[in-house]
């Protein structure tokens, strides 16, 4: 059966500590990879994505996530956070052949106290 | 260039009546998707429409959830004969015909009482 599993529910950090959010999927065939965050009261928005090719990519506002095929895995990363990124994040595949069609994990809420 | 843009934002609903929410696709786009969010769960896929088309309804329920994308206007999720289990936030997304990336909408969120 297709699954996304994000690892952690809750997380709480301070400004300036490192993040890390865990993915793991597990799906038939070629997938595209991809990382949304949804800050409070807005709508979801694309942080990074991976299609084919390097398999660390670079994102928007410091973040990253690195693909790894063996573990089925895509991890998000952030050296050093901000109280902005306050947010619920969410890991997400799709075939490859139907962008739109994603299948999302839980999420994980973010809460990064000053 | 306007997002996608969904209204209404908030829609309550006595059980058994029925309920439209709207989705107006980025200009370009020709591809909606739309996603149910129950609460403290992810995103479910719904439904893949093309203008006037369904792609792929394989995450619509089988019974009272129906969608279009007319030729002009919007597309249309309809729930009939709303039940409290409909309550849910619903999101849809557009994607232009040769993009890489879904654009989501801000959702209409569902009451049923």
């Known amino acids: 059966a297709q699954s996304v599993s994000q690892h952690n529910h809750h997380v709480i950090l301070s400004e300036a500590a490192s993040l890390e959010l865990g993915c793991n999927y597990s799906y038939g065939g070629t997938v595209n990879l991809f990382w949304y965050v949804q800050y409070p009261g807005q709508h979801l928005q694309l942080l990074l994505k991976?299609?084919?090719?390097?398999?660390l990519v670079k994102g928007i506002k410091g973040f990253e996530a690195e693909f790894i095929k063996s573990k089925f895995s895509f991890n998000l990363r952030k050296p050093s956070v901000q109280w902005s990124d306050t947010a619920e994040y969410f890991c997400a595949v799709s075939p490859t052949d139907s962008w739109g069609k994603l299948q999302f994990g839980a999420g994980t809420q973010v809460v990064v106290t000053p | 260039n306007a997002g996608v843009m969904q209204n209404p934002r908030h829609l309550v609903r006595r059980r058994g009546q029925e309920a439209r929410l709207r989705c107006s696709p980025m200009k370009g786009h020709s591809h909606v998707y739309w996603y149910r969010q129950l609460p403290e769960e992810g995103l479910k896929f719904m439904v893949y429409l093309q203008k006037e088309n369904i792609i792929d309804e394989s995450g619509m329920p089988k019974e009272r959830f129906s969608a279009e994308f007319p030729k002009e206007g919007p597309s249309i999720l309809r729930i009939q004969q709303v039940v409290r289990g409909d309550s849910a936030a619903y999101f849809c997304?557009?994607?232009?015909?040769?993009?890489?990336?879904?654009?989501f909408g801000q959702g209409t969120r569902l009451t049923v009482v």
């Open positions: 991976y299609f084919s090719g390097d398999p």
């Open positions: 997304a557009s994607s232009p015909p040769d993009g890489a990336e879904a654009f």
